[in-house]
């Protein structure tokens, strides 16, 4: 399986703050991968796909880059409503995610 | 409006059985792939196991192979989880999330449901 790995674990970050959390893979995915959001007691929810397509509905200060092995997910200004947990997710092969990033409230 | 709802969660003993559910609405059931998803209390996420939308290719985790059984009933816009020979381990939150593009297994997870809780214990 391909090992993905997500960094750092947690942040501290403030509203307004440029929040930037890492991925990366075992191996080359290309491209394909694809960033969730999950607040506390809810589903995840995508935000970014195949490395830097935004899903419909997701604000555009989220935004993703990256191939081969070395992903990032940027919020250019954290909101109220970005504090939740990230995971990266390879769809190169049998899915698998990282282990995480909660962003908290400085 | 894409709608997923899952049931079929609860208390089972460790070696005992359980089928989860998946209503779907919304979109064209038949036309993708579905995937089961699941999360651990406190944990991350982790693939389960997906299904095409007609139903002829199917994978699993290594973790479930030969223990978990997914189905789908295109026409009853519904998706199962057959699990067998249950362990602590399995206690988690199970997602039925679709994948967003027609006739592909890319597994993209694009609509997710609330989840069903699976609670294995003695």
């Known amino acids: 399986d391909i090992q993905m790995t997500q960094s750092p674990s947690s942040l501290s970050a403030s509203v307004g703050d440029r929040v930037t959390i890492t991925c990366r893979a075992s191996?080359?995915?290309?491209?394909?991968l694809n960033w969730y959001q999950q607040n506390p007691g809810k589903a995840p929810k995508l935000l970014i796909y195949?490395?830097?397509s935004l899903q419909s509905g997701v604000p555009s200060r989220f935004s993703g880059s990256g191939s081969g092995t070395d992903f990032t997910l940027t919020i250019s200004s954290l909101q109220p409503e970005d504090f939740a947990t990230y995971y990266c997710q390879q769809s190169y092969t049998t899915p698998t995610f990282g282990q995480g990033t909660k962003v908290e409230i400085k | 409006e894409v709608q997923l709802l899952e049931s079929g969660g609860g208390l089972v003993q460790p070696g005992g059985s359980l089928r989860l559910s998946c209503a779907a609405s919304?979109?064209?059931?038949?036309?993708?792939?579905m995937t089961w998803v699941r999360q651990a209390p406190g944990k991350g996420l982790e693939w389960v196991s997906g299904?095409?939308?007609?139903?002829?290719?199917?994978f699993y985790a290594d973790s479930v192979k030969g223990r978990f059984t997914i189905s789908r009933d295109n026409s009853k816009n519904t998706l199962y989880l057959q699990m067998n020979s249950l362990r602590a381990e399995d206690t988690a939150v199970y997602y039925c999330?679709?994948?967003?593009?027609?006739?592909?297994?890319?597994?993209?997870?694009?609509?997710w449901g609330q989840g069903t809780l699976v609670t294995v214990s003695s």
């Open positions: 299904i095409s939308g007609s139903g002829d290719r199917i």
């Open positions: 195949t490395a830097s």
């Open positions: 191996q080359s995915i290309n491209s394909y």
């Open positions: 919304g979109f064209t059931f038949s036309s993708y792939a």
């Open positions: 999330p679709k994948v967003l593009t027609p006739d592909t297994l890319l597994t993209v997870l694009s609509d």
